[in-house]
């Protein structure tokens, strides 16, 4: 699949997309790297040096991943991408609940466009909200263990806000990004953000790595990384293809039909959207313990049995919890974003069928069946290669920050945006060359 990548930059307009998305990634990293104004620059860099060493630093390194670090560093892009993706997931839901979206859902492309102003909307809403708890933690020095200080050089109200309507304004300019980069670019925008964040951070920690812990250690992360690679390749590529028939039908004149295709299913039909929502909420009981704490320095008996079980990623709890919610939602997001019905009644529509099953309500319980078939062993994947950096702290990994640096999510994101972004550019060329088929 590289091999498209040669004659893409050699075909004009395929080059400009390609210049375009990566111009609009640097300038991402750009704002990841630049601190907020009014934050206390070294005060911060103490606190995360101190927050992600041991087992203690997991939850706060997860929730970091997703933008590249920028988020415990309280950059301009501290909060990244998130309340959009976020936000989209609302939508997506409302649209099951909320009959006007289903409505919007259904009159195309008009009530897309509808659709996409109220996430953004959302989003905005999402990142105030974000904003104004960081730096709410921040100001207290609440917002990562092992650094009680302040990490803003003025604490006072002003400031703060400031601080929030930049970090504010910083989601906002990310959203634009990857919509920028979905429609002019090559890729979907918002994957292509958290794969240059993650893809950032690879080089850096596994200098870490080699520098603390050794060849034979590195070498044998280095190892399962690979073999990561190769099984989520295998499980991405995989999918459960159902033929389906189109009879003949004439319209005027005209005959139409009379074709055979087939219907892919994806063993991983959700993505990687369960496990950043899994790790999202899993993130909600610690921060909502950090904001009830009191100033006696006596924790409540439900605080410090979160810190214990749900923030140490060595826990079984911890790791039990997080496999559980991954599995959950895999289901959930299959079950909102794949209809059985819808896709029975197009078929319908169409004069489609699979064989052996009549059109209408036997279509689509064959389709749920299958569907629920092959969701289990796409959910359990999932949950495996998620918590693989935990199990590694197990067995000679002691930093949760290299563990999940060259860990199962970073690899699982890295290897899916960057399958989807071969295949759109190959899809592309087809559509500009087809000497492959005439060969």
């Given at each position: 699949?590289?091999?498209?990548?040669?004659?893409?930059?050699?075909?004009?307009?395929?080059?400009?997309?390609?210049?375009?998305?990566?111009?609009?990634?640097?300038?991402?990293?750009?704002?990841?790297?630049?601190?907020?104004?009014?934050?206390?620059?070294?005060?911060?860099?103490?606190?995360?040096?101190?927050?992600?060493?041991?087992?203690?630093?997991?939850?706060?390194?997860?929730?970091?991943?997703?933008?590249?670090?920028?988020?415990?560093?309280?950059?301009?892009?501290?909060?990244?991408?998130?309340?959009?993706?976020?936000?989209?997931?609302?939508?997506?839901?409302?649209?099951?609940?909320?009959?006007?979206?289903?409505?919007?859902?259904?009159?195309?492309?008009?009530?897309?466009?509808?659709?996409?102003?109220?996430?953004?909307?959302?989003?905005?809403?999402?990142?105030?909200?974000?904003?104004?708890?960081?730096?709410?933690?921040?100001?207290?020095?609440?917002?990562?263990?092992?650094?009680?200080?302040?990490?803003?050089?003025?604490?006072?109200?002003?400031?703060?806000?400031?601080?929030?309507?930049?970090?504010?304004?910083?989601?906002?300019?990310?959203?634009?990004?990857?919509?920028?980069?979905?429609?002019?670019?090559?890729?979907?925008?918002?994957?292509?953000?958290?794969?240059?964040?993650?893809a950032a951070r690879i080089p850096t920690q596994a200098m870490a790595i080699l520098d603390s812990q050794g060849v034979l250690v590195f070498a044998g992360i280095c190892g399962a990384a690979l073999l990561t690679i190769v099984g989520v390749v295998f499980v991405e590529q995989g999918q459960r293809r159902i033929p389906v028939q189109y009879a003949k039908r004439v319209v005027g004149r005209k005959m139409y039909g009379?074709?055979?295709?087939?219907?892919?299913?994806?063993?991983?039909?959700?993505?990687?959207?369960?496990?950043?929502?899994?790790?999202?909420?899993?993130?909600?009981?610690?921060?909502?313990?950090?904001?009830?704490?009191?100033?006696?320095?006596?924790?409540?008996?439900?605080?410090?049995?979160?810190?214990?079980?749900?923030?140490?990623?060595?826990?079984?709890?911890?790791?039990?919890?997080?496999?559980?919610?991954?599995?959950?939602?895999?289901?959930?997001?299959?079950?909102?974003?794949?209809?059985?019905?819808?896709?029975?009644?197009?078929?319908?529509?169409?004069?489609?069928?699979?064989?052996?099953?009549?059109?209408?309500?036997?279509?689509?319980?064959?389709?749920?069946?299958?569907?629920?078939?092959?969701?289990?062993?796409?959910?359990?994947?999932?949950?495996?290669?998620?918590?693989?950096?935990?199990?590694?702290?197990?067995?000679?990994?002691?930093?949760?920050?290299?563990?999940?640096?060259?860990?199962?999510?970073?690899?699982?994101?890295?290897?899916?945006?960057?399958?989807?972004?071969?295949?759109?550019?190959?899809?592309?060329?087809?559509?500009?060359?087809?000497?492959?088929?005439?060969?």
């Amino acid at each position: 699949m590289l091999s498209a990548l040669a004659p893409a930059l050699r075909t004009p307009d395929l080059r400009r997309k390609i210049l375009l998305t990566l111009g609009l990634l640097a300038l991402y990293r750009l704002g990841a790297t630049l601190p907020s104004p009014g934050v206390d620059y070294k005060g911060v860099r103490s606190c995360v040096d101190n927050a992600s060493g041991g087992q203690s630093g997991g939850i706060y390194q997860l929730i970091s991943l997703f933008s590249g670090g920028a988020l415990l560093q309280l950059t301009v892009f501290a909060i990244g991408i998130m309340p959009y993706i976020t936000a989209s997931i609302i939508t997506q839901l409302l649209a099951v609940v909320i009959p006007r979206f289903e409505e919007l859902r259904k009159e195309g492309q008009t009530g897309q466009n509808k659709i996409t102003q109220y996430t953004r909307y959302l989003s905005v809403a999402l990142a105030v909200l974000q904003a104004s708890t960081l730096v709410a933690l921040a100001g207290h020095g609440q917002l990562m263990p092992g650094c009680d200080k302040s990490m803003l050089a003025d604490s006072s109200l002003f400031s703060m806000i400031i601080i929030v309507l930049v970090m504010t304004a910083g989601a906002a300019l990310t959203m634009w990004f990857g919509e920028l980069i979905t429609e002019r670019g090559v890729g979907n925008g918002m994957s292509l953000l958290i794969f240059a964040g993650i893809a950032a951070r690879i080089p850096t920690q596994a200098m870490a790595i080699l520098d603390s812990q050794g060849v034979l250690v590195f070498a044998g992360i280095c190892g399962a990384a690979l073999l990561t690679i190769v099984g989520v390749v295998f499980v991405e590529q995989g999918q459960r293809r159902i033929p389906v028939q189109y009879a003949k039908r004439v319209v005027g004149r005209k005959m139409y039909g009379g074709s055979s295709t087939y219907l892919p299913l994806k063993v991983n039909q959700a993505g990687v959207i369960p496990v950043i929502f899994a790790s999202s909420l899993l993130y909600l009981p610690n921060l909502l313990a950090q904001l009830t704490r009191s100033d006696s320095g006596n924790p409540a008996t439900w605080q410090v049995w979160i810190s214990k079980y749900l923030v140490n990623p060595s826990s079984p709890v911890y790791v039990g919890v997080y496999f559980a919610m991954i599995v959950f939602f895999t289901y959930f997001y299959v079950a909102i974003t794949f209809n059985p019905e819808e896709r029975a009644d197009e078929m319908k529509k169409y004069a489609g069928f699979i064989p052996g099953y009549r059109p209408g309500k036997p279509t689509s319980d064959y389709l749920s069946y299958v569907l629920s078939r092959i969701t289990l062993p796409g959910s359990l994947y999932l949950g495996v290669v998620a918590v693989l950096p935990n199990l590694l702290l197990h067995f000679g990994a002691t930093d949760t920050t290299q563990t999940l640096a060259l860990g199962g999510t970073s690899v699982l994101i890295v290897v899916s945006v960057g399958l989807d972004t071969v295949k759109q550019i190959e899809s592309q060329l087809l559509n500009r060359n087809y000497e492959g088929f005439l060969r």
